[in-house]
């Protein structure tokens, strides 16, 4: 089964950038898609960013187009999600799962990695 773990979560004041990586154990023909996901304190868990696994459909949420960047190292078996400009209300917990859109539909989920954007 489809494993995944975040890292890269941290501090960081806001304007800076952070990557998270999304490490699978191995990303099978049964998954097209990896999705970011984040929830913040008090509120429902939103899609970020999403990527085929070929690497050739991203999508983004409109409140991070042109500050995220969605990637993948297929060889590496890894999905990367470049953070720039950031801002105090992108700060959650941030969720990679297999598959994209509504996430009670989804089964494989990371751990979470924690952002915290703040001065």
């Known amino acids: 089964q489809l494993q995944l773990a975040e890292s890269g979560g941290g501090l960081v004041q806001p304007g800076g950038s952070l990557r998270l990586s999304c490490a699978g154990s191995?990303?099978?023909?049964?998954?097209?898609?990896i999705g970011w996901f984040r929830q913040a304190p008090g509120k429902e868990r939103e899609g970020v960013s999403c990527?085929?696994?070929?690497?050739?459909?991203?999508y983004y949420l409109d409140s991070v187009k042109g500050r995220f960047t969605v990637s993948s190292d297929n060889a590496k078996n890894t999905v990367y999600l470049q953070m720039n400009s950031l801002k105090p209300e992108d700060t959650a917990v941030y969720y990679c799962?297999?598959?994209?859109?509504?996430?009670?539909?989804?089964?494989?989920w990371g751990q979470g990695t924690l952002v915290t954007v703040s001065s």
């Open positions: 990527i085929s696994t070929s690497g050739g459909t991203t």
């Open positions: 191995g990303f099978t023909s049964d998954y097209h898609a």
């Open positions: 799962a297999a598959g994209c859109g509504t996430p009670e539909l989804l089964e494989v």
